[in-house]
Nanobody, 121 residues
């Protein structure tokens, strides 16, 4: 099972970007689909998560500006980022939490490769 993230880029402050992440492989069910980010010189931090039951969490720093959504049938998760600020500049990573395969194997977590988001002032 792999995760592939896309959609990063360079945008001016106040602009928008949409990140997408697709899980591929033999997947039966994914519990949580999440986004994290890591800015230069800083630790990786939680951004947003959406769970199979529909519950959603956001970091306080992105509430009201970012929107997470997922498509269970396609095993994808998107992050719509609006009103971007320079402090949103980071490498963004998607993470799948508790992934079950058809043969009953469980991955506790799978990380995708990062995608760079740069917000200029």
């Amino acid at each position: 099972v792999q995760l592939q993230a896309s959609g990063g880029g360079l945008v001016q402050a106040g602009g928008s970007l949409r990140l997408s992440c697709a899980a591929s492989g033999r997947i039966f069910r994914i519990n949580g689909m999440e986004w994290y980010r890591q800015a230069p010189g800083k630790e990786r931090e939680f951004v947003a998560a959406v769970y199979r039951d529909g519950s959603i969490n956001y970091a306080d720093s992105v509430k009201g500006r970012f929107t997470i959504s997922r498509d269970n049938a396609k095993n994808t998760v998107d992050l719509q980022m609006d009103s971007l600020k320079p402090e949103d500049t980071a490498v963004y990573y998607c993470r799948a939490q508790r992934v079950d395969t058809p043969n009953r194997h469980r991955y506790l977590e799978i990380w995708g490769q990062g995608t760079q988001v740069t917000v200029s002032s």
